[in-house]
């Protein structure tokens, strides 16, 4: 492949989030439409060249300049260099392109802050011998290394300012080499870290991440092997839960780790409350909550109305949206673990007159229960997406075979900086 750099006039921005010249073949990282550049080819993938970015001859007038020094070459971020309006309208834009016919009403994006949103994270760690340096921090765009970050601005805080002292710790250790990741969660009171290690971590290894803990509050999690290997640092102590809370809602909600929570708590709040007026409830209704992890809609619906019955097919989430809803006092929702990819929800649908569903699938959607929810009489359905594929592909079935109409949907910007699209659609007949 020849890395002379080349000249290009960007024409498209790629749902991936970078730049593409007019025929497709070169791909130009963090480059925007309209913008005339000089970039320098680093590999070749499906007939496609992809460079990096050297000089902008010609900006764009969407063009920013990024907040973290680090922007154009970490993976965390693909589109910090993108005005905030003009990120949103990129979704928005992408995400209406899946549906056959829009929907009715066009809801205004939902916005939130953002930098410090992220809550949760999968952070990558390497041992670079060159630099005689543990790197902690998102893997660089289309490479394996890891991005040296001294500050991450989209992490929340305090685990955005903490990456140089625990690549500092990580590299005190016996065996950094052997650490390749650590996840991270963090809630309105405490974080944790949960810490892959491939070898045994010795006495003075636990010590020296004792001290870590002890001087930045991080509850510090070890994880040897699988899921089931995850143990507090300390085999004597018990952590307690994170939380973060819906004041609007008088809610608070404790989780593990690893559990599933959504990304940003602020936008959360704003996504639920959302929900919960587009399901227009009444204190007779019964709601379905499907996909329900730790009740993160079920437990504010279920103030609105008779009753909530949350599925979810995490047994470990089941148990903590029990948990969650005795904490609150919540007395009229009940919860019960079925895998919905596999089960269908008929026979429940047929047993109790549920008046509204939500649905918040994983990537891969919910092709099966949308299926089921056409055939049943079922009125009003609140989508919640994370994935446009899937939710037009669903939304089709709910139209076509359901006859749903597809009343009202937005966009919401769960993820700013990131191609992620996250959406909500209100179904109605
Ligand atoms: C996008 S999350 C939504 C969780 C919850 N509604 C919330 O707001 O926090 C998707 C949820 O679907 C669950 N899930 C994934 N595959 C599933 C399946 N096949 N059957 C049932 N639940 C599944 C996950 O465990 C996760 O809790």
Known sequence: MNRE???????????????????GRLAVLSALPGEQVTAVPFTRKKKRTFSRLQNIAVASSDRVVPECAVADICGGCSLQHLGRDAQVAFKQKRWLAGFDVPPDELLPP?????????????????????KQRVLVGFREKMSRFVAETDLCK?????????????SEVIGELTAPEDIPQIEVAVGDAGFALVIRHMSTLSQADQTLLAGFAGRTGADIYLQSGGVDTISPLDPERVYPLLYYDLPAEGLRFYFKPLDF????????????????SLLELSPSHRVLDAFC??????????????????????????????????????RNVEFHTRDLFEASLADLLESEPFDSVLIDPPRSGAERLVKTLAASEVRRVVYVSCNPDTL????????????????????????PHTTHIESIALFCR
């Not at 437990?299 to 969650?324: K, M, T």
């Not at 597809?406 to 966009?411: E, I, P």
Request: net charge positive; aromatic share 6%.
């Open 261 to 276: 929570t959504q990304v940003n708590h602020e936008i959360n709040e704003a996504m639920v409350r959302l929900a919960i």
């Open 154 to 166: 989209v992490l929340r805080e305090p685990v955005g300012s903490l990456l140089v002292p625990l």
């Open 5 to 23: 750099p080349v000249s290009a006039l960007i024409s498209q921005l790629h749902p991936d989030g970078y730049g593409l010249t007019e025929d």
């Open 392 to 415: 037009a592909r669903d939304a089709a079935i709910l139209k076509g075979e359901g006859g749903f109409q597809f009343a009202r949907a937005g966009v919401i910007d769960m993820f």
């Open 293 to 330: 992890g730790i009740g993160n809609f079920s437990l504010p619906l279920s103030n609105h109305c008779a009753r909530v019955v949350g599925i979810e097919g995490s047994d470990e989430s089941v148990q903590r949206a029990r948990y969650n809803a005795q904490q609150n006092g919540i």
């Open 110 to 130: 939902l916005l939130g802050r953002q930098f410090g949103y992220r809550a949760k994270a999968r952070l990558s760690v390497r041992y670079v011998a060159r």
